[in-house]
């Protein structure tokens, strides 16, 4: 059970707009901790797309952007592409824990 | 450019020690914080722990304290985690790494280390 709560899977066409969410609690996305979004393609290491404020690491484009409300933080893709298929973590703070914490996890299927 | 390379797979017999490697490279070493992720098989990620090679201090989740130890040389620029007690659900992946602080994102990782426990 992640302390921070992803929906398992969502998909969408291509070209279409997807949002995963990434709900948590007071303690962490609640109480004002940053929070960061990870790509995992198949079979290879995490990778940093979106941190913070919407910050995005050179190379990410602006088709990822990502927003942030109460305990809760979405990342959204607009104009899905074949090449977005993958899986995607949160990751925040958390102060009761005093340590990182992640989410589930979501697998996006571009159809 | 930055890069965080991690030693082989290994495989352990369960109540065995693994001690598994980050040598860093392409930046300040002292200047960053080098966390541990687990992924077991088909599953998520989950923080494991971090370690500030600036002065070696670690923080871990309390499922895990007890039973890791991590550590730093300065010397070589190479970040340690050793898993004691191994037993079947340690099986998993074991990336390291890069971080401003315990809160802030993760920018660069290694490729990732896979740990098998069987008897």
């Known amino acids: 059970q992640s302390v921070l709560t992803q929906p398992p899977s969502v998909s969408g066409a291509p070209g279409q707009t997807v949002t995963i969410s990434c709900t948590g609690s007071s303690s962490n996305i609640g109480a004002g901790y940053d929070v960061h979004w990870y790509q995992q393609l198949p079979g290879t290491a995490p990778k940093l797309l979106v941190y913070g404020h919407n910050y995005r690491p050179s190379g990410v484009p602006d088709r990822f952007s990502v927003s942030k409300s109460g305990t809760s933080a979405s990342l959204a893709i607009t104009g899905l592409q074949a090449e977005d298929e993958a899986d995607y973590y949160c990751q925040s703070y958390d102060s009761s824990l005093s340590g990182s914490v992640f989410g589930g996890g979501t697998k996006l299927t571009v159809l | 450019q930055v890069q965080l390379v991690q030693s082989g797979a290994e495989v352990k017999k369960p109540g065995a020690s693994v001690k598994v490697s980050c040598k860093a490279s392409?930046?300040?070493?002292?200047?960053?914080?080098i966390h541990w992720v687990r992924q077991a098989p088909g599953q998520g990620l989950e923080w494991k722990g971090m370690i500030n090679p600036s002065g070696g201090i670690t923080r871990f989740p309390q499922n895990f304290q007890g039973r890791v130890t991590m550590t730093s040389d300065t010397s070589t620029n190479t970040v340690y985690m050793e898993l004691s007690s191994l037993r079947s659900e340690d099986t998993a992946v074991y990336y390291c790494?890069?971080?401003?602080?315990?809160?802030?994102?993760?920018?660069?990782w290694g490729r990732g280390t896979l740990v098998t426990v069987s008897s």
């Open positions: 392409g930046y300040t070493f002292t200047s960053y914080y």
């Open positions: 790494a890069r971080g401003q602080m315990i809160s802030g994102n993760l920018d660069y």
